[in-house]
């Protein structure tokens, strides 16, 4: 063979080459190449001698190469056009991106850039990625979350979604307690269940979970089946397919500590400290979501009791009209319970069904301000008189709109609760949607309350009666989807008003 004219390739000393001669079977077809030499570079990328490699069947020699690969050249050939290709040689470990020259009939030369580190740094580099994204989304979680236990199962969910990752879990160490406890859990339902009755047990046994509590470190298993502590459990701990283990602490407050564990199907996944970095990155991120779901508890906790009291003094002071105008007792109570339904069947979100409930609790309290004569004032009022009793939603708002947000919200409602879709109303003759929805259901909840209730001057007009003027003044009067509301519930619902007012 004449290798004249190609020394410089091979004395190129970063790029591993090989002559092949191409070998043919009895019908002239090409199925192999012979090596039939090979510079420093291609010894020094495959680690072999001379001597292994010259005379040799590029097939037997390097798993990467196949029969399409031969073909390839054998087209390459007939062309004689320069082909490009990139190859994994499983034995060797390489990939490797090749150009194939041919230069007669019968040989080829083959150059091999070794792309292993690149392709080796690229994946580490995609690994990195993919589970930076995955604590994305935890701290996702993190930040929305409203309780812990969601917050576990979340964590262990998303976690579990990693590759090589067959099961997460989060293990509480009650003090005092040998035993752990999982509280979330994530991986596949078959794994999770195998998990938690053959293998957990043993994690207790020896003392793997509350290692890492007690150590407050990170412990890293590169591979479990290596490990001295797991040599007599390898065949439970095979039978989940594990290979590695990383486990963090998470935890810290009084009496109760734990970890969070993430557990491979391939060995040494864990072993880069980039990942462990970012993992427990992800594991400070999540002590301070705890925290933070901790706080959030407490403070909607503190707001209820909040909540609970302004509506307890909001209910006194709706008594104070009560005691001044006894005919009128429960009124408010009644109208709130009914507005409240209203809201709730027209599916209004909770905050504004809870403002109706409190706006409806002192829509009168402006009566306070009108005086007990006319307000207690059996049979029909002067027009004066009238006009008197017409200030009270103003003197209600004048009363409510200084409280704080929101709740002075509710004097804009206590102004607007006799004001009528077609502008018939008082005090400012509002039309339409220019009256806030919260009026609109109070407004029809008052009426339906006052007629079916009994007044000293006059007997209940009972519900049937009041039902039938919201429904005429449907659309004319009243917001026709509260009235639909209003009927649907008494009909319907058998809704009616408590005898108990509390
Ligand atoms: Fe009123």
Same mark, same amino acid.
């Given at each position: 063979m004449n290798l004249k004219g190609n020394e410089a390739f091979f004395s190129f000393p970063a790029m591993g080459y090989f002559f092949g001669e191409i070998m043919f079977d009895a019908k002239g077809v090409p199925y192999d190449l012979k090596i039939v030499d090979v510079n420093f570079s291609f010894k020094k990328l495959m680690g072999l001698q001379s001597k292994e490699i010259i005379g040799k069947s590029l097939l037997n020699m390097f798993s990467g190469f196949d029969c399409e690969f031969i073909e390839k050249v054998r087209i390459s050939l007939s062309q004689n056009k320069i082909f490009q290709d990139f190859v994994y040689i499983p034995k060797y470990g390489k990939y490797v991106f090749i150009t194939v020259v041919p230069k007669d009939e019968k040989f080829v030369l083959i150059s091999f850039a070794d792309m292993t580190e690149v392709i080796r740094y690229r994946e580490k580099m995609l690994k990195l990625n993919k589970i930076q994204n995955t604590i994305n989304k935890v701290n996702s979680v993190i930040i929305n979350a409203n309780n812990l236990e969601y917050l576990y199962q979340k964590i262990c969910d998303t976690l579990s979604e990693l590759d090589e990752i067959v099961l997460v879990f989060v293990a509480l160490f009650p003090e005092k307690e040998k035993q752990s406890k999982i509280i979330a859990i994530g991986g596949?339902?078959?794994? %999770?269940?195998?998990?938690?009755?053959?293998?957990?047990?043993?994690?207790?046994?020896?003392?793997?979970?509350?290692?890492?509590?007690? %150590?407050r470190k990170v412990v890293l298993v590169k591979n479990i089946l290596e490990n001295v502590n797991f040599k007599h459990y390898k065949d439970s701990i095979l039978k989940i397919g594990v290979k590695s283990l990383l486990a963090l602490p998470l935890i810290y407050e009084k009496g109760l500590k734990g970890a969070l564990f993430l557990l491979s199907k391939n060995d040494n996944v864990f072993g880069d400290v980039n990942v462990i970095n970012l993992i427990k990155t992800l594991t400070y991120d999540l002590a301070i979501g705890i925290e933070k779901v901790k706080l959030r508890k407490e403070l909607m906790e503190k707001n209820k009791v909040l909540e609970k009291s302004i509506e307890d003094i909001l209910k006194i002071l709706s008594k104070f009209v009560e005691i001044k105008d006894p005919y009128t007792l429960g009124h408010q109570i009644n109208v709130a319970n009914l507005s409240e339904q209203i809201a709730i069947k027209m599916g209004l979100p909770e905050n504004q069904v809870r403002t109706i409930r409190l706006g409806a609790l002192v829509h009168d309290i402006g009566k306070i301000g009108v005086p007990i004569e006319i307000l207690v004032k059996p049979g029909k009022l002067s027009e004066k008189e009238f006009e008197l009793i017409k200030e009270h939603p103003i003197i209600g708002h004048n009363l409510l709109k200084d409280l704080i947000y929101p709740y002075n919200t509710l004097a804009e409602i206590a102004l607007q609760h006799h004001e009528r879709l077609n502008g018939t109303g008082y005090p400012n003759g509002l039309k339409g949607s220019d009256i806030s929805l919260e009026s609109r259901i109070i407004a029809v909840a008052d009426v339906v309350e006052a007629m079916s209730s009994h007044r000293p001057y006059r007997p209940s007009l009972g519900i049937e009666k009041a039902l039938d003027v919201i429904t005429k003044g449907k659309g004319k009067l009243f917001d026709p989807e509260v009235v639909n509301a209003c009927i649907s519930l008494f009909k319907e619902d058998n809704f009616s008003f408590s005898k108990n007012l509390e």
């Amino acid at each position: 063979m004449n290798l004249k004219g190609n020394e410089a390739f091979f004395s190129f000393p970063a790029m591993g080459y090989f002559f092949g001669e191409i070998m043919f079977d009895a019908k002239g077809v090409p199925y192999d190449l012979k090596i039939v030499d090979v510079n420093f570079s291609f010894k020094k990328l495959m680690g072999l001698q001379s001597k292994e490699i010259i005379g040799k069947s590029l097939l037997n020699m390097f798993s990467g190469f196949d029969c399409e690969f031969i073909e390839k050249v054998r087209i390459s050939l007939s062309q004689n056009k320069i082909f490009q290709d990139f190859v994994y040689i499983p034995k060797y470990g390489k990939y490797v991106f090749i150009t194939v020259v041919p230069k007669d009939e019968k040989f080829v030369l083959i150059s091999f850039a070794d792309m292993t580190e690149v392709i080796r740094y690229r994946e580490k580099m995609l690994k990195l990625n993919k589970i930076q994204n995955t604590i994305n989304k935890v701290n996702s979680v993190i930040i929305n979350a409203n309780n812990l236990e969601y917050l576990y199962q979340k964590i262990c969910d998303t976690l579990s979604e990693l590759d090589e990752i067959v099961l997460v879990f989060v293990a509480l160490f009650p003090e005092k307690e040998k035993q752990s406890k999982i509280i979330a859990i994530g991986g596949q339902e078959d794994t %999770k269940h195998y998990f938690l009755t053959d293998v957990k047990s043993l994690f207790d046994e020896l003392g793997v979970l509350s290692d890492v509590v007690k %150590k407050r470190k990170v412990v890293l298993v590169k591979n479990i089946l290596e490990n001295v502590n797991f040599k007599h459990y390898k065949d439970s701990i095979l039978k989940i397919g594990v290979k590695s283990l990383l486990a963090l602490p998470l935890i810290y407050e009084k009496g109760l500590k734990g970890a969070l564990f993430l557990l491979s199907k391939n060995d040494n996944v864990f072993g880069d400290v980039n990942v462990i970095n970012l993992i427990k990155t992800l594991t400070y991120d999540l002590a301070i979501g705890i925290e933070k779901v901790k706080l959030r508890k407490e403070l909607m906790e503190k707001n209820k009791v909040l909540e609970k009291s302004i509506e307890d003094i909001l209910k006194i002071l709706s008594k104070f009209v009560e005691i001044k105008d006894p005919y009128t007792l429960g009124h408010q109570i009644n109208v709130a319970n009914l507005s409240e339904q209203i809201a709730i069947k027209m599916g209004l979100p909770e905050n504004q069904v809870r403002t109706i409930r409190l706006g409806a609790l002192v829509h009168d309290i402006g009566k306070i301000g009108v005086p007990i004569e006319i307000l207690v004032k059996p049979g029909k009022l002067s027009e004066k008189e009238f006009e008197l009793i017409k200030e009270h939603p103003i003197i209600g708002h004048n009363l409510l709109k200084d409280l704080i947000y929101p709740y002075n919200t509710l004097a804009e409602i206590a102004l607007q609760h006799h004001e009528r879709l077609n502008g018939t109303g008082y005090p400012n003759g509002l039309k339409g949607s220019d009256i806030s929805l919260e009026s609109r259901i109070i407004a029809v909840a008052d009426v339906v309350e006052a007629m079916s209730s009994h007044r000293p001057y006059r007997p209940s007009l009972g519900i049937e009666k009041a039902l039938d003027v919201i429904t005429k003044g449907k659309g004319k009067l009243f917001d026709p989807e509260v009235v639909n509301a209003c009927i649907s519930l008494f009909k319907e619902d058998n809704f009616s008003f408590s005898k108990n007012l509390e």
